[in-house]
Antibody, heavy 115, light 112 residues
């Protein structure tokens, strides 16, 4: 059974750094791209970026290029989304999803950024 | 940018009645490989999205056959033949033909 299990909710202050994770199981991790989708409170879905765990090739949506970093550790079947300096506007639910066609989703990680 | 436009944005439906959601893309979703990459997702309150339909009309495993997708090029439709209580939530179309994938604004289905 394919599963994507994300790390728990985070509460951070503006300017702090953060890395959240998405652990995959039930399939060959290096066979499918895996990406991150943002959902701001009460809003819709936005692709942020996607990574090929096989060779670490990464694509970012223009809106998120330079704002976040996506990485993957194929030794532990885990993808990451990280920020070097959070802003209040980063407050959102973040989902990982398998493949650009998003056939499987993680349960979501709520990130709250507040002073 | 590929802009996806859904209508209606709000859809009140009586239990047992049909429902239909339209999705229009600003550009053709026909890929050079011959497939058309239009997906439909359902998100219940407090839950992750779940894919229902891929490549316009193919149902994902476990999706009831009351859900069907159709369309081509830039115009697509999701139909629910008889709405059940578990169908409430927000429906999104998403194009996967060109990176970055883009979602429609979402259509909120509620029971009248």
């Amino acid at each position: 059974e394919v599963q994507l299990v994300q790390s728990g909710a985070e509460v951070k202050k503006p300017g702090e750094s953060l890395r959240i994770s998405c652990k995959a199981s039930g399939y060959s991790f290096t066979t499918f791209w895996i990406g991150w989708v943002r959902q701001m409170p009460g809003k819709g879905l936005e692709w942020m970026g996607i990574i090929n765990p096989g060779d670490s090739d990464t694509k970012y949506s223009p809106s998120f290029q330079g704002q976040v970093t996506i990485s993957a550790d194929r030794s532990i079947n885990t993808a990451y989304l990280q920020w070097s300096s959070l802003k209040a506007s980063d407050t959102a639910m973040y989902y990982c999803a398998r493949h650009v066609h998003a056939d499987y989703w993680g349960q979501g990680t709520l990130v709250t950024v507040s002073s | 940018d590929f802009v996806m436009t859904q209508s209606p944005l709000s859809l009140p439906v009586t239990l047992g009645q049909p429902a239909s959601i339209s999705c229009r893309s600003s550009h053709s979703l026909l890929h050079s490989d011959g497939d058309t990459y239009l997906n439909w997702f359902h998100q219940r309150p407090g839950q992750s999205p779940r894919r229902l339909i891929y490549k316009v009309s193919k149902r994902d495993s476990g999706v009831p056959d009351r859900f069907s997708g159709s369309g081509s090029g830039t115009d697509f439709t999701l139909k629910i033949s008889r709405v059940e209580a578990e169908d409430v939530g927000v429906y999104y179309c998403m194009q996967g033909a060109h990176w970055p994938g883009t979602f429609g604004q979402g259509t909120k289905l509620e029971i009248k």
